[in-house]
């Protein structure tokens, strides 16, 4: 792992002259409108064949006198991964990089070269983003047991007697889900076989699959913020509350149980690809609850991790018909679903600042603050 002095003393030298560097995927646009709003320069990342919402649609140029767009420049490679290469990493520093890692970043370039091979300061955790893999023994679910955090329990598949949900990735689409449902041991079987017939999982991940209980009820994506530039009392912020749209789950569900019983074998078992998101609101009693859960969560971080999560991050949960929460996720890094938010935030951001906190922004707030303060060095690893 990189030493995080060696980050710190990097951040120092570059003064007051930040650039915000994003990967040019997930929720990119988010982290480039947000250092926009607060006049800091960024630079978006690109692949070749997939970055014309960046280097064209979404690219600053001047019209009818005023500004249009967000991006301010765009670093083109081939393939993301490249952003790893010498001459890559050096230009990033020539230009002040503070990278915001994305779930893009974590997917596209390999966990080894980002916490030893990628020497430019993160907005963030570095060591964190590894907990996101289900299959890495310090995994998220260690977390949340450490620190008595509600989730779903597992189950093996021979135990399987009410609805579970068994989690892996999509075979081909690799970085999607594989995810599917069972209701006995015997669906379990059925439906893996199935899928594993029709090219959507494999054998071999199905057998480290993480199959655990189904929470029966609606889905909200927490956005928190977690400063280190405030008190500890101050440090947690709720920004925002989202849920997803998923293919071809949500095609599913709209249609009447007689059809969906009636799809052929290759449509009958839905997928969940997140395709979007819609923003939302909790039930006022259940907030509090949720900032005790991230408070927990900060706090098994800075014991496990330290110096613990910083800035952005999302605990994905379901909440049943007692109005439980369970946290069946953790984004450990800017959520994917923050893009609802770009410019006009989230009503929970917004009565915190009294202004539009979308957590692009609001990232933005926190790195210009720390160059102000001459702090950089206590929010990047």
Not at 40 to 59: C, H, P, Q
Not at 156 to 173: A, F, G, M, Q, S
Not at 276 to 303: C, D, F, I, P, W
């Amino acid at each position: 792992m990189i030493e995080r002095k060696e980050m710190q003393e990097i951040a120092d030298g570059y003064g007051r002259d930040v650039t915000v560097g994003v990967l040019a995927s997930h929720s990119a646009l988010d982290v480039l409108d947000g250092a926009s709003q607060e006049n800091l320069r960024n630079i978006a990342v690109a692949e070749k064949g997939r970055d014309e919402t960046y280097s064209k649609y979404f690219m600053k140029v001047s019209f009818g006198g005023r500004v249009r767009g967000v991006v301010d420049e765009v670093l083109l490679l081939n393939k993301f991964r490249e952003i790893m290469l010498k001459r890559n990493i050096q230009l990033l520093k020539r230009k002040h990089v503070v990278f915001v890692p994305n779930r893009s970043f974590s997917s596209y370039c390999s966990l080894e070269d980002i916490e030893n091979n990628f020497p430019i300061p993160i907005f963030g955790s570095r060591a964190l983003l590894r907990s996101e893999e289900r299959e890495e023994k310090d995994n998220y679910y260690r977390m949340l047991q450490e620190a008595g955090l509600p989730y779903p329990e597992e189950i093996k598949p021979e135990e399987i007697d009410e609805l579970v949900i068994v989690k892996l990735h999509h075979k081909r689409k690799r970085l999607e889900r594989g995810f599917f449902t069972a209701s006995s041991y015997d669906e379990f079987k059925k439906k893996s076989e199935a899928l594993i017939s029709q090219g959507v999982i494999s054998a071999n991940e199905l057998k480290n699959a993480r199959i655990e209980r189904y929470i029966i009820g609606p889905v909200f994506n927490l956005n928190f913020f977690y400063s280190p530039l405030h008190e500890r009392d101050e440090a947690l912020e709720l920004l925002g509350v989202d849920w997803r749209f998923e293919s071809s789950l949500d095609g599913h569900v709209r249609l009447p149980a007689e059809q969906q019983l009636s799809l052929p074998d290759h449509q009958k078992i839905p997928e969940y690809t997140v395709v979007g998101h819609s923003s939302s609101t909790l039930r006022e009693s259940l907030l509090e609850n949720a900032l005790k859960m991230a408070e927990k969560y900060v706090t098994v971080t800075q014991k496990l991790k330290p110096p613990g999560i910083i800035g952005p991050f999302t605990l994905q949960t379901c909440v049943d018909k007692d109005l439980n929460f369970y946290i069946y996720d953790v984004a450990p890094r800017i959520g994917g679903g923050t893009n609802i938010h770009i410019w006009s935030g989230h009503p929970y951001g917004n009565m915190l600042y009294n202004t539009n906190m979308s957590t692009g922004r609001r990232i933005a707030m926190e790195i210009k603050t720390a160059v102000v303060e001459e702090r950089l060095a206590d929010i990047v690893t």
